[in-house]
């Protein structure tokens, strides 16, 4: 049982790493796939984690109790790296909010109609 | 202080404070001002730097304090001092540039912003050229990449808008395999630094991680190269944003990703492993001809002039990755050559076209009706660069293309040869399209020659000249390229 | 005991989100889909608790499940709630999901067993880190150290990541502006509950800031939940009221002070001709410089970082709803 065990965490990880791109190719919709893309995101995260996990190991942080500690390295990157993610969504969301103003539709396909129809002289609603 | 010895650490440093800067002062002109006088302290630099490394090989900054693997390392050899050089370089004509480019284009009070993420792309792309430590690379290229979604965006047609999320996708997607990639290394290795890894590395080569992790980080690089069939998002991105913005794109953006895929396969995987075990040197030179001839074919069909020269830069970094997947040591020359000749070219191109845009705010090719007499001096720019971009003998262009066909010829791939050749001549049909259109088409009613800014034209000939200087002398930019090739091709393992 | 409890919860917790992912492909209402990446990030949360990453599950907590989520909806009040189901592209979508899958998971085949401690990664670098903190830096948490002072570099680069996402932000959708004659709606319950709390939040967002040393911690999650409690103050008593406390136009320069802080204080160093960001130098006794160093470079990420969230918060909540013409 331990032994299947032992690899469990980074077969859920690519698993949802799967969905959330799954979700970001296949919706048409400009949120739906970023919340698709913030998925993978958090799913790479969580492979990072689980790599870095000791066993019978605690959080890395010096205390007299023990001298077994998770490895800090993997939750410094990772720290760096979700903020990178929040940092991504928010000028995605962004962009998101003047594209529905400018085209009046959130959706991929019907966006994409309109461009090919768009003269060289739409000037876009600022 | 010695100033000499923090050179490598100020390149970053200072336009990134100069940046926040700007946000704090928040006067338009003095943003303009900071700017210009960063990348003119960056010039410097980057001249300093070049001079250092061709007495010293390398030069190794220890960040921090923390010797590596512990902290992050600085590393500048004779390819990043040449990636430092062309970023400069182009800052500074893209500098100048803006002062008239960026009043005419971009709504007033989005200027002073305008300049800081201008600054923080410049320094994104540096701080990725002179790292040693990979997950410093994902850092700083995702610094460079938000500030460009932003300025893509803040093109004048609402399809800039659209471009721009599309490239934030498609870029976050390679950037994240790029992560993906960092881990399966970290794994197996237990460290971030790229010496470090180079020589871990052997001892677990022959894993599935390692494979992964590599086809990983390639495929990512690979989206932000826009090697082709990943090229999806650069178009659009860079037809719809403003001038300044697709002039430095076009000359840098995606010859810092080519630079990371170097480094990679070069330095840290060794070209033992890239370009032997895994059959990445033949898939190097399918993708590339296949950008090459992509690339330039759908150039030929666009009314939109900015989108066309968008095609052709497919095309153009489908030569370096052809010449990369050589594996050979006049391949690699021919690749680092055109990724400093082709930021000459494009830098041209573009600019005259922002001239162009400048006036009738419109780059689609009916506009540019009778240009060779209501707007010479730009028309003759644009045909140096076009001649570069063929290829025609006595121009930068000529030289890089030399070199690969050599390298082809060096290889017995005499096919491949004379594609390059047929895509001179299908880069000579979308050229001439535009120079047709131009000098042969009649002046529509009521034009006149209308003069245009001092200062775009002056960057717009800097580029253009220095198009005919490395064409006619090549020592420094062939002695760069072959002075980093032979430090790239030694090091590796 | 603990180990199996530790596993059992990370086994069930796994479970959970791939459940919740599912759900979020299958659902069109995208008010429904939001709240279900809310709850994602937050069991994500418990899952990097659950192994031993109490600053990430705290960063992710915050940034994720808090922040992203408020902002999530901001987005939806101004655009549409609802996803066009008849445009979906399974199958091209399928056919790169697997390839990318087999992969993945060709390449995790050979990975060291989870939690093996004599797996590479734990080799090197690790018991250095953990080992020099202690001799050369001398606070508890190592995350701490690493992060503000071993690599403080990336911290400083990610510094400048939120900045440039305050600085894009604010180039797409400006500050925002608030019509004056707005009051807010008088809810009882809610003044009465949430003023104190927003105390509390405060509070604790400096705690968290200062004692990033000693516990879980740090300068980016004290700025998010200093952040949160202005953000919790303009939902309840009006984004008008809210901007009188804070006003917009000084959140980008606090922002760039934040980045400036960082970075002069990792030029100190340089002149003493130390390396950039040696806090060695800072100071007569090393560990004392490298006590000042962390102490700076910390409070100016977190006075970017509450400046750059409470900014995009801004820009978004500022925005009016536009029609389409």
């Known amino acids: 049982m331990h032994e299947l065990l032992e690899h469990y965490n980074y077969w859920i990880v690519v698993i949802l790493m799967m969905m959330g791109l799954y979700i970001v190719i296949a919706s048409s919709n400009l949120v739906k796939k970023l919340i698709g893309l913030s998925v ?16 019978e ?35 995605g969301l962004a962009l998101i909010v003047r594209i529905q103003e400018a085209y009046g539709s959130i959706d991929e396909d019907e966006i994409h109609d309109m461009d090919d129809k768009d003269d060289f002289h739409i000037e876009k609603q600022v | 202080m010695d100033l000499m010895m923090h050179l ?18 928040n006067h338009r002109k003095g943003a303009w001002l900071i700017t210009l006088l960063t ?76 300049y800081t993420a201008l600054l923080l792309v410049i320094a994104g792309l540096i701080g990725i050229s002179i790292t040693a430590d990979a997950f410093n690379i994902f850092v700083f290229l995702e610094i460079s990449s938000l500030s460009t979604y932003a300025l893509i965006s ?75 069939p990943l090229h999806q998002w650069l178009p659009n991105a860079y037809a719809y944003s403003p001038s300044v913005v697709s002039t430095f794109l076009a000359a840098t953006a995606t010859k810092v990703a080519v630079y990371v895929l170097i480094r990679f396969v070069l330095s840290l995987y060794g070209i033992e492993f890239s370009l032997v075990q895994m059959p990445f040197d033949n898939l190097l030179m399918i993708l590339g001809t296949i950008g090459i001839l992509g690339g330039s074919v759908y150039a030929i069909y666009q009314s939109n ?189 | 005991m603990i180990e199996n409890l530790q596993l059992l919860i990370d086994v069930s917790l796994l479970a959970f989100l791939v459940l919740i992912v599912f759900a979020s492909i299958k659902m069109t209402d995208l008010f429904v889909v939001t709240m279900l990446f809310g709850i994602f990030s937050f069991v994500s949360a418990l899952l990097f608790l659950d192994l031993d990453a109490v600053d990430v599950a705290f960063t992710e907590a915050a940034v994720g499940a808090g922040f992203t989520t408020v902002l999530m909806l901001s987005a939806l ?71 503000a002072s071993f690599r403080g570099y990336d911290t400083f680069g990610e510094t400048v990541v939120i900045f440039s996402a305050g600085v894009a932000v604010l180039l797409l959708l400006g ?57 919790l103050y303009s939902l309840v008593f009006g984004e008008m009221y809210a901007r009188r406390v804070v006003p917009a136009a000084i959140l980008p320069r606090l922002a760039a002070l934040g980045v400036l802080i960082y970075g002069v204080t990792g030029l100190m160093s340089l002149l003493s001709n130390k390396p950039f960001l040696d806090y060695n130098a800072l100071s007569s006794d090393p560990v004392s410089g490298q006590h000042l160093g962390i102490l700076l470079v910390e409070a100016g990420v977190g006075l970017a970082v509450f400046s750059t969230i409470l900014l995009i918060y801004y820009s978004f909540s500022g925005r009016e709803v536009k029609h389409h013409a």
Request: charged residues 10%.
């Open chain 1, 40 to 55: 993978f995101q958090v799913s790479v995260f969580i492979l990072y984690i689980t790599f870095g996990k000791v066993t």
């Open chain 1, 57 to 91: 190991g605690s959080p890395p942080i010096i205390t007299d109790n023990t001298d077994v500690y998770s490895n800090p390295l993997p939750h410094v990157l990772i720290l760096t790296a979700i903020v990178v993610g929040v940092a991504t969504t928010s000028v």
């Open chain 2, 8 to 25: 490598p650490v100020l390149i970053v440093v200072v336009p990134l404070l100069a940046g926040a800067l700007i946000v704090l002062l």
């Open chain 2, 39 to 114: 990348s003119i302290f960056l010039v410097y630099a980057s001249v300093q730097l070049i001079q250092m490394v061709g007495q010293v090989d390398v030069i190794s900054y220890t960040l921090g304090g923390w010797k590596a693997p512990l902290g992050i390392e600085l590393r500048i050899d004779a390819l990043s001092a040449l990636m430092v050089l062309i970023l400069a370089a182009s800052a500074l004509l893209v500098s100048i540039y803006a002062l008239k480019s960026v009043e005419k284009e971009i709504p007033e009070q989005n200027h002073v912003l305008f």
């Open chain 2, 154 to 228: 803040m093109g004048r047609d609402r399809r800039a808008l659209h471009a721009s999320y599309h490239y934030l996708i498609m870029g976050t997607i390679g950037a994240t395999f790029i992560l993906i990639g960092i881990g399966f290394m970290y794994v197996m290795t237990g460290t971030l630094n790229i010496e470090d890894l180079a020589q871990r590395l052997p001892a677990v080569a022959d894993t599935n991680a390692i494979r992964a992790a590599f086809a990983f980080i390639t495929i990512g690089v690979g989206i932000k190269a826009a090697m082709m």
């Open chain 2, 305 to 493: 002039v900015k989108r066309m020269l968008a095609y052709s830069s497919v095309a153009q970094i489908g030569y370096i990755l052809l010449a990369i997947g050589l594996a050979s040591q006049p391949g690699f020359t021919a690749a680092l050559l055109h990724m400093f000749n082709h930021a000459l070219i494009k830098g041209t191109l573009f600019m005259a076209l922002g001239l162009v845009f400048f006036r009738f705010a419109s780059t689609e090719l009916s506009v540019m009706s009778g240009m060779g007499k209501t707007m010479p001096l730009t028309m003759a720019a644009f045909t140096i660069g076009g001649l570069s971009l063929i290829g025609v003998p006595g121009t930068a262009g000529f030289v890089s293309k030399w070199y690969l066909v050599i390298a082809l010829l060096d290889a017995s791939l005499w096919p491949l040869a004379l594609l390059v050749l047929v895509a001179s001549i299908l880069t000579l049909i979308y050229i001439g399209r535009v120079i047709e259109v131009a000098y042969f088409r009649p002046v529509p009613e009521g034009r006149t020659r209308q003069k245009v800014p001092l200062t775009m034209m002056v960057a717009l000939w800097i580029f253009a000249l220095s198009n005919i200087y490395f064409g006619l002398d090549t020592e420094i930019s062939q002695g760069m390229a072959s002075l980093a090739v032979n430090q790239l091709i030694g090091v590796t393992p």
């Open chain 3, 77 to 147: 009040r101004l655009t549409q709630p609802y996803e066009n189901v008849k445009h979906r592209h399974s199958v091209l979508a399928l056919f790169i999901v697997i390839l990318t899958g087999a992969a993945l998971f060709y390449g995790i085949a050979d990975f060291p067993d989870m939690g093996d401690p004599n797996a590479p990664v734990h080799q090197h670098v690790a018991p250095e880190y953990i080992q020099l903190t202690q001799q050369k830096i001398d606070i508890p948490n190592v995350v701490t150290a690493v992060l």
């Open chain 3, 175 to 231: 500050m925002g502006q608030v019509k004056c004659k707005q009051e807010p709606e008088e809810n009882l319950v809610l003044w009465v509950v949430v003023k104190p709390m927003i105390a509390l939040i405060l509070i604790f967002g400096l705690y968290v800031q200062f004692h990033g040393d000693f516990g879980a911690g740090g300068g980016f999650q004290a700025g998010v939940i200093f952040a949160s409690g202005f953000i």
